[in-house]
Antibody, heavy 117, light 112 residues
Framework: EVQLVETGGGLVQPGRSLKLSCVASGFTFNNYWMSWTRQAPGKGLEWVASITNSGGSTYYPDSVKGRFTISRDNAQNTLYLQMNSLRSEDTATYYC??????????WGQGTLVTVSS | DVVMTQTPVSLPVSLGGQASISCRSSQSLVHSNGNTYLHWYLQKPGQSPQLLIYRVSNRFSGVPDRFSGSGSGTDFTLKISRVEPEDLGDYYCLQSTHFPRTFGGGTKLELK
């Protein structure tokens, strides 16, 4: 069974940094692209970042490019999202997804990030 | 960016009835490889989104055949027949033909 467990969310001040983790199990991690998608409270879904199975290429929308970095450790079956220069509009639940290959087939339970002073 | 427009925003239905949700894209979703990367998700209250349909019309593992997807180019439809209580929630379309990946704004399926 595919399992994705996100951790690392919490309350952070504007301008500060936070790093999210997603531990994967139930599949061969290094065979799949992985992504992060977020959902602001009461709002719709927004894709945040994707990474190829080797980690050699990464993709971002303009809203987070230059501030967020997606990475992975295939030996530890773990996906990361380093978030810098956080803004109030980054407040959201962040979901880790396994891509199949370019759609988001499996989702974690999400971790809430609140950016506020 | 490709804009995904979903209609309606809210869709009241009766149990056992049928529902239809439209998703239109601002440009063609046909990839250079010939595939069309348009997908549908359901987010039940308090839960993570779950994949229903991938590549326009393919049901994901475990998805009942009450759900069907159709369309081409820029115009796509999700149909739900014989609506059951567990079908209620927010539906989203997603395009992954182009970067950035973009979602529709969502359709809330609720009881009439």
């Amino acid at each position: 069974e595919v399992q994705l467990v996100e951790t690392g969310g919490g309350l952070v001040q504007p301008g500060r940094s936070l790093k999210l983790s997603c531990v994967a199990s139930g599949f061969t991690f290094n065979n799949y692209w992985m992504s992060w998608t977020r959902q602001a409270p009461g709002k719709g879904l927004e894709w945040v970042a994707s990474i190829t199975n080797s980690g050699g290429s990464t993709y971002y929308p303009d809203s987070v490019k230059g501030r967020f970095t997606i990475s992975r450790d295939n030996a530890q079956n773990t996906l990361y999202l380093q978030m810098n220069s956080l803004r109030s509009e980054d407040t959201a639940t962040y979901y880790c997804t396994r891509d199949n290959p370019v759609w988001f087939a499996y989702w974690g339970q999400g971790t809430l990030v609140t950016v506020s002073s | 960016d490709v804009v995904m427009t979903q209609t309606p925003v809210s869709l009241p239905v009766s149990l056992g009835g049928q529902a239809s949700i439209s998703c239109r894209s601002s440009q063609s979703l046909v990839h250079s490889n010939g595939n069309t990367y348009l997908h549908w998700y359901l987010q039940k209250p308090g839960q993570s989104p779950q994949l229903l349909i991938y590549r326009v019309s393919n049901r994901f593992s475990g998805v009942p055949d009450r759900f069907s997807g159709s369309g081409s180019g820029t115009d796509f439809t999700l149909k739900i027949s014989r609506v059951e209580p567990e079908d209620l929630g927010d539906y989203y379309c997603l395009q992954s033909t182009h970067f950035p990946r973009t979602f529709g704004g969502g359709t809330k399926l609720e009881l009439k």
